[in-house]
C-alpha cells in the first residue's frame, strides 16, 4: 500500500539517494547513460522546496519512502521541478499519484496548470506524460518562464534537442 503525503522537513535526507536510484533507468537509454551519474537534488534545494509547500512523497506501508515529487507555484502553473521513484518500484502507478497530488495542489493554489520539462524520445518521459494528459508545447507556446527554464537545463549541459516543455490543464 503506498501513501501520498506532503514532505516533511526530516523527509530531506532519504529525497537525494531515490533521486539517484531513479535515475539508474537511463543506463539503459542510448546516449543518456550519463543521467544516472548526474547531479541530484540537494538535500538543501529539497529543503527549500519543503518550505515552499509544494513536495510530496510516495510511503510504503511501513512509512519507508520510495518516492518525491517537488515543484514550485508560479502565476501561471504549479510546475513541477521533479518526479522521482526509486527503482525497485518503478512501473507501479506511483508516479502518476504524486502528479494527481501536484494536481489537487494546484487546485486549491489556484494554479491553472501543471508544467515540467523532460525529454522527448525517452518512453517514461514526454510519452509517459502524455498518457497521464499532458500536451507538449511548441515554441510559440513556451511562454518566458517555460522558456527561461529550458535555457537553464541547456546550460547544465542537458541536450536540448532532446527536451520539451509539457502543460497539463485542469
Given at each position: 500500500?503506498?501513501?501520498?503525503?506532503?514532505?516533511?522537513?526530516?523527509?530531506?535526507?532519504?529525497?537525494?539517494?531515490?533521486?539517484?536510484?531513479?535515475?539508474?533507468?537511463?543506463?539503459?537509454?542510448?546516449?543518456?547513460?550519463?543521467?544516472?551519474?548526474?547531479?541530484?537534488?540537494?538535500?538543501?534545494?529539497?529543503?527549500?522546496?519543503?518550505?515552499?509547500?509544494?513536495?510530496?512523497?510516495?510511503?510504503?506501508?511501513?512509512?519507508?519512502?520510495?518516492?518525491?515529487?517537488?515543484?514550485t507555484v508560479?502565476?501561471?502553473a504549479l510546475?513541477?521541478?521533479?518526479?522521482?521513484?526509486?527503482?525497485?518500484?518503478?512501473?507501479?502507478?506511483?508516479?502518476?499519484?504524486?502528479?494527481?497530488?501536484?494536481?489537487?495542489?494546484?487546485?486549491?493554489?489556484?494554479?491553472?496548470?501543471?508544467?515540467?520539462?523532460?525529454?522527448?524520445?525517452?518512453?517514461?518521459?514526454?510519452?509517459?506524460?502524455?498518457?497521464?494528459?499532458?500536451?507538449?508545447?511548441?515554441?510559440?507556446?513556451?511562454?518566458?518562464?517555460?522558456?527561461?527554464?529550458?535555457?537553464?537545463?541547456?546550460?547544465?549541459?542537458?541536450?536540448?534537442?532532446?527536451?520539451?516543455?509539457m502543460r497539463?490543464?485542469?
Amino acid at each position: 500500500m503506498i501513501r501520498i503525503r506532503p514532505t516533511s522537513p526530516c523527509d530531506a535526507p532519504a529525497l537525494p539517494g531515490i533521486e539517484r536510484s531513479s535515475g539508474e533507468i537511463f543506463r539503459q537509454w542510448a546516449g543518456l547513460e550519463w543521467i544516472a551519474d548526474d547531479d541530484v537534488q540537494s538535500e538543501e534545494r529539497h529543503r527549500a522546496l519543503i518550505a515552499d509547500g509544494v513536495a510530496y512523497v510516495a510511503a510504503l506501508e511501513g512509512h519507508e519512502i520510495v518516492a518525491f515529487l517537488n515543484g514550485t507555484v508560479t502565476p501561471d502553473a504549479l510546475h513541477i521541478w521533479q518526479v522521482a521513484v526509486r527503482q525497485d518500484q518503478q512501473g507501479q502507478g506511483i508516479g502518476r499519484q504524486l502528479i494527481e497530488a501536484a494536481q489537487r495542489h494546484a487546485v486549491e493554489h489556484g494554479a491553472p496548470s501543471l508544467t515540467l520539462t523532460t525529454f522527448r524520445d525517452v518512453p517514461w518521459n514526454e510519452p509517459y506524460y502524455r498518457r497521464l494528459g499532458f500536451i507538449t508545447l511548441d515554441g510559440g507556446q513556451l511562454g518566458p518562464r517555460l522558456s527561461a527554464v529550458l535555457d537553464a537545463e541547456k546550460q547544465a549541459g542537458l541536450p536540448i534537442a532532446r527536451r520539451c516543455a509539457m502543460r497539463k490543464t485542469r
